[in-house]
């Protein structure tokens, strides 16, 4: 079997890649894989129990697990729950016995955070193949979250420093991503990309659905309840665009239409969006049922990002009955069919798609059995099973 150290980016927040990296977890677990994930710690708040000894490692038949903690004041924060330890390097020694004791035939990071950095630089120190997925347009990030900066600019040089950050953020990352042996990526546009800037092998790498636990039947509102109900569900940051559904808003006010938002999530952004949206219900972090009743409890997922590389939330929602709304760029645009099972749009194309569907119950019955069935092909197995495959073929090692 292919024995996998796997170093994820995030793990216990609330993120893509987090749920991507649980679910890669219970897979291994499923099928008996002998497993190490070396994850950080969640960080906690003050009053909160820690785990004990969290740089021990910690084994449950073939599955090992190894939690790091991240420090104060040497960590910063990325996002509400999600910080970067400049100095995590620190985890080298109890991160390198683990790898000894486990002794992987692949070592997998899923970007340049500071788990990523430790785990590339075991997989050089011990000799281990890399591997890379690629889960973060961290360049698009990079050019939203420097906008305050740019304020002090001329606003004719906003865009072309915008530009210039984007780029060279691409430019490092991708010569990070060089190091690795074989590469995995959600998109093709991604995959072409990355197979061109690394002269390495990329394999696709999208993401699974538990259509069981997300699904229409979850949907509690009664049937002569003719609210209609726009929704989100994702992190409240600026790379989300999530301040355009005040526009949104407006623009549909204007057109005498008056839906109510529900907002599922958290983020430095949510102050502004509680202060500046009207009917709007803000329900924090939800998970499991509750998560799965709110998709079903809505009549159309609205998802304004531009930098999104694949969008799981936009998958959670088609299981659950829900059409989507997405823009023409980045990665969920490959999920959502034009038309039949949702809309995808450029900003100015939102407000029309809404109102489409709110004067048309006839199309929105339509769209709602067509975003069901097209989840139901969508296995978590077959995700992972074709990652195993990536390995076999890069590295040529046996499966079994």
Known sequence: MVRVAYFPDSFHEVNGVAHTSRHFEQYARR?????????????????????????????????????????????????????????????????????RAFRPDVIHITGPSDVGILGAWLAWRHKIPLAAGWHTNLHEYAGRRVDWLLRMLHEAKRPIARSAVEDATLTATQRFYRMARVTFAPNQELVKMLEEATGKPCHLMQRGMDTELFSPLRRTRAAADREFVLGYVGRLSVE???????????????????????????????????????????????????????????????????????????????????????????????????????????????????????????????MRAAARESSLSRSWDGVFAGVYAGYEDAFKVSPS
Request: some cysteine; proline content about 4%; charged content about 25%.
């Open 31 to 99: 099928h008996g894989l002998p497993f190490l994930c070396v994850r950080a710690e969640l960080r906690r708040e003050a009053g909160e129990e820690r785990i004990q000894n969290p740089d021990r490692m910690r084994r449950e038949g073939e599955l090992w697990s190894l939690e790091l903690g991240r420090g104060w004041p040497t960590s910063f924060r990325l996002d509400k729950d999600l910080n970067f330890d400049a100095f995590f390097m620190r985890h080298m020694r109890a991160a390198s016995r683990a790898v």
């Open 240 to 366: 989300k665009n999530i301040l355009y559904l005040q526009q949104l808003q407006n623009e549909l006010a204007m057109r005498g239409l008056r839906p109510r938002f529900l907002i599922v999530g958290q983020g430095m952004e949510e102050g502004w969006l509680r202060e500046n949206l009207r009917d709007t219900e803000f329900a924090g972090v939800l998970r499991g049922e509750q998560l799965a009743k709110a998709y079903a409890n809505m009549d159309l997922f609205v998802f304004p990002s531009h930098t999104d590389t694949f969008g799981n939330v936009v998958l959670e929602a088609l299981a659950s009955g829900v059409p989507a709304l997405v823009t023409a760029d980045g990665g969920p645009k490959f999920l959502v069919e034009d038309g039949v099972t949702g809309f995808v749009r450029n900003d100015a194309g939102f407000a029309g798609a809404v109102e489409e569907l709110m004067r048309s119950p006839a199309r929105h019955a339509e």
